[in-house]
């Protein structure tokens, strides 16, 4: 099952409810776009690799690219997203649940990016609809333990391996170039970080990509009457706009989380800012080949971490990565919270 353009334009413009819950899931892949998708460039910009307009240009063009091979490949992130809650056959009941909770994973990701806190887009996403589906039914039966539980082990893979592959890489390196001409290993690394930006934004879109592309099928088949549906095929069109809208976020706010990042958790040099992004691009690889879903900030952040600290400990301004991590242990009870408080007050107003 899929949904061609035409089809698409002709219910979203006959059908409000769809339209409504269209209009908010841009919503949430626009503030992805301003609180995750600029991990992916942080550290080119940081160590001045790319200017910040030539680096947005950069990852709007690969999270194409990441988003339309990696479905075409394998679809199952977006797969695991899809299947991970259950809305119920009530077309009203669920598009109003469904728009509540993505009411409030926008409220929570505006509300960390005015903080200029690299919040996990793919964790609010998740505690959104989870909080959501738990109000609906009336307890958890709206949850598929099968495909959550993925999300927890992406948590865990994405901090433990982000960590140690990026602290790894920097080390591996380190020795490689030990006796090498610095001036020439700089300008090497300088370039390398051009084409580990574009792998980093080109995992981003596979993993990110696909997460809100199954909750836009999801929102389109509940609004239409289709809730039952379990297998579908994500169309080019669908692609395109997801790309097209998270690059117009990651223009109009990246430089933000860009500062907090690639800036102010760790002073990096070149050839830190590559170990960074093969780091975290392995790690996104591995959970994009599996179908586990990760969390690219997480991913990102964490192999800056292990990157600074293979240098020394004190490489790393731990009070920003302690402002970042009570971000993320918040995201699951929060805006879980805010997904089930909100689907009560919709079905009352509506």
């Known amino acids: 099952m899929t949904v061609t353009l035409s089809e698409f334009l002709g219910n979203i413009t006959t059908n409000p409810m769809m339209a409504v819950t269209v ?24 160590t001045r690799a790319l200017r910040p307009k030539t680096a947005i240009a950069l990852a709007a063009v690969f999270n194409f690219l990441g988003i339309m091979i990696m479905t075409m490949i394998n679809a199952n992130v977006a797969s695991t997203i899809y299947n991970m ?43 959104g609809i989870s909080g959501a589906a738990i109000a609906i039914h009336g307890g958890i039966g709206g949850i598929n333990g099968a495909e959550w539980i993925k999300v927890i082990y992406g948590l865990v893979l994405s901090t433990a391996l982000g960590f140690f592959s990026g602290y790894i890489t920097a080390k591996i390196i380190e020795k490689i170039c030990k006796h090498m001409d610095r001036l020439k290993t700089n300008r090497f690394f300088k370039n390398a970080q051009i084409v580990g930006g574009a792998a980093m934004a080109f995992m981003h879109g596979a993993q990110d990509g696909q997460k809100f592309m199954g909750v836009f099928m999801l929102g389109v088949f509940i609004s239409t009457g289709r809730a039952g549906i379990s297998e579908f095929a994500v169309p080019v069109w669908l692609m395109a706009l997801c790309s097209a809208v998270m690059a117009f976020g990651t223009s109009i706010g990246g430089l933000r989380i860009i500062k907090s990042v690639g800036l102010d958790m760790v002073k990096l040099e070149s050839y830190q800012g590559f170990s960074a992004d093969i780091g975290a691009v392995i790690s996104l690889l591995v959970a994009s080949v599996t179908g586990i879903p990760v969390s690219t900030t997480h991913t990102k952040t964490t192999a800056i971490m292990g990157v600074g600290a293979s240098r020394r400990i004190s490489a790393v301004n731990w009070g920003v990565v302690k402002n970042m991590v009570k971000t993320w242990i918040l995201v699951f009870p929060g805006c879980g919270l805010m997904g089930f408080i909100m689907v009560k007050i919709f079905m009352l107003i509506f």
Not at 23 to 46: F, H, K
Request: glycine fraction near 8%; charge should be negative; hydrophobic fraction near 55%.
């Open 85 to 127: 809650v259950d809305f119920g056959t009530d077309t009203a009941a669920g598009t109003t649940a469904i728009c509540a909770a993505l009411f409030a994973i926008i409220v929570w990701s505006f509300t960390s990016w005015r903080l200029g806190l690299p919040v996990s887009e793919s964790h609010a996403l998740v505690a």
């Open 23 to 46: 209009i908010l899931t841009l919503g949430v892949i626009m503030m992805n776009g301003c609180t995750d998708a600029p991990n992916a460039i942080a550290t080119c910009v940081s």
